[in-house]
């Protein structure tokens, strides 16, 4: 056995929000260690995630582009071809810069860090293989990995999750894909653009659970003449290996046999071998950590990002991460939950920050809604890019905004305003009285705030 070693803070995982929260911990004065059971930090958000996946949708998009996007530009481009293999070391550089940036943050910083897969040994004490630390406070930060189902023989090369699908050394005639969230319709995307034929198959009737349904139904039909297909309502059941194909069982319908299967189904929480029991630390019904409003899951222990449920999101985790960080340090961290957006990075991409139509509803909350499309705006007629529409939700009487939601190009930097207008309690007029840049986008955000008072200039 080594000998202890003391900090003031460890940080168990180093996605963004372990990484962030100690980087934040460490620029405040508290000496603190991370550790990391990957060689390289970043976590499953840069390694085999958001960044990863996002080098492939840009990569895929200008291929889908110089095939089929620019002759209407007055672009003539003969015989695009694909080099995947380039593709694919691209977004391996691009990884790897991150992950460096990141090791070289914790340097700047005097973030210790150990590798290896950490475990609790009661309050304050983590042993990382036989070298024990111990520290006052600890964050867990261990993040959540792909689900599964019942009857599918995952072998990670026929059928595999969304690690396996950012890197298939060649692209599939026929993919199958289960389930139509996040990950099945990105990933699905990428493929279908690089030549693939691809299917994907929802339990439910609609695609993008959680996301507001009139947005969702415009991405169904935007998908669908992209050349994907959906099979909506349809149970998954099992998926086989059977030679050098996958066959997918549906309830109740044919099977599908495809080239490769990804399954794309939910994450779930890694709780395992953390010996959280040892600390006092409990989980919910679903397996996530129990923690109170202010990540506290135990005396000494708090737990921030996917493990702790909420948004499966990496924005989130590193907002909960700071702010657990700040309050540590007697400062006054704070995220809000109800404004947290998220962005679905198809093309066009999809956004949403606040409340649905749908919830609104449910709730009985009585709310102005104010649409408008792309397709009067100057900026999106240049691009090109001029299907979707921006949806403003505000509250009947005081006209607080409670959503907004886009379908439309860039939409993920659009919705930026929106949350930083919910952050400060703008209402839709404050959104249309601010001067938006022309020709650009964010016009059709300020449209959508004035049609909210039905009095939109271009509606
Ligand atoms: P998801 O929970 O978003 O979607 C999974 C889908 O699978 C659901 O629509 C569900 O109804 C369906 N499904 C479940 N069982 C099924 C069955 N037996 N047969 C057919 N369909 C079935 O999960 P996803 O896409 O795997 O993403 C995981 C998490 O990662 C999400 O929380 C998401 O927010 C996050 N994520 C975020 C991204 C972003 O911010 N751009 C990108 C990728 C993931």
Known sequence: MNDVKKHDLVVIGAGPGGYAAAIRAAQ?????????????????????????????????????????????HGVQVEGATLDLAAMMARKDGIVAALTDGIAGLFKANKVTRYQGAARLDGPGRVMVGEQALQAERIIVATGSSAASLPGLDLDGDRIGDSTAALAWPAVPERLVVIGAGYIGLELGSVWARLGAQVTVVEYLDRILPGTDGEIARVALQLFRKQGLEFVLSAKVTGARVEGDKAVVSIEGREPLTADRVLVAVGRRPHTGGLNLESAGVALDARGFIRVDDRNLAAPGIWAVGDVVGGLLLAHKATDEGVAVAER???????????????????????AGVGRTEEQLKVDGVPFRK?????????????LDRVEGRVKVLSHKQTDRILGVHVIGPRAGDLIAEAAAAMAFGASAEDIGRVC???????EVVREAALAAHDRPLHG
């Open 328 to 350: 540590m340090a007697g400062k006054a961290g704070h995220v809000d939950p109800a404004v947290i957006p998220a962005v679905c990075y198809t093309d066009p991409e999809i």
């Open 436 to 442: 938006h840049a022309h020709p650009t986008l964010s």
């Open 370 to 382: 104010g649409v408008m499309s792309f397709r009067s705006n100057g900026r999106a007629m240049a």
């Open 28 to 72: 405040l004065g508290l000496d603190t260690a991370c550790v990391e059971k990957e060689p390289r930090l970043g976590g499953t958000c840069l390694r085999v995630g958001c960044i990863p996946s996002k080098a492939l949708l840009e990569s895929s998009e200008k291929f889908a582009e110089a095939r089929h996007g620019l002759a209407a």
